[in-house]
């Protein structure tokens, strides 16, 4: 699924997610600079979605976490879309071993939902909660650290190769859907 870049002094190609194998711009020593460079350009939003765009696996991968919701929201409750801001409270471990918790600090945890910015199984289920919910994710190493694990860093502990994460994680905010924000600041 990354996103390739191959250079030489002859050529220039592009490769992308595997939904667009038909996008495949190319050019040679013959093109100008400037068209290079605007061809170039064009690909950037390709690649930085490229992360974003369905796969194969992904309805896979959803179904392989569990979910348990311990709360849920109101009806009509706004959800998140992919690249939105999204505030979000939680707390992750692995076996007794807490890895983080957000619910102890006065800030909730902000993210862009689809960035990557979280591990693999939160960031497949994020889209599916609505402000207000509250759900326990059980995450599968393969979609949370994997095989590597996670070496000890400051103040966080070291996670184990094949770690299944629990992530307890309520959705809190949405900046740009609130409608007391909206009505107090305008839509932006």
Known sequence: ?????????????????????????QTSLSSSR?????????????????????????AADVDRVKVTKTKTAPAGSPAPSIGELAAIRFKANFGETVIDNIYDTPE????RVGSGGLIRGVELILPQMCIGDRWVLTIPSDLAFGDKGRPASA???????????????????LPGKEPELIDLIGDV
């Open 1 to 25: 699924d990354a996103a390739a870049l191959v250079t030489s002094s002859t050529t220039v190609a592009l490769s992308f997610h595997p939904a667009l194998t038909s996008f495949r711009p």
């Open 34 to 58: 400037r068209t290079f460079l605007q061809t170039s350009l064009k690909t950037l939003p390709v690649l930085a979605l490229s992360p974003l765009l369905p796969s194969p696996s992904l």
């Open 108 to 111: 909730p945890f902000y993210t």
């Open 155 to 173: 103040g966080k502990p070291r996670i184990p190769a094949g770690a299944e994460i629990v992530f307890d994680v309520e959705m809190v905010g």
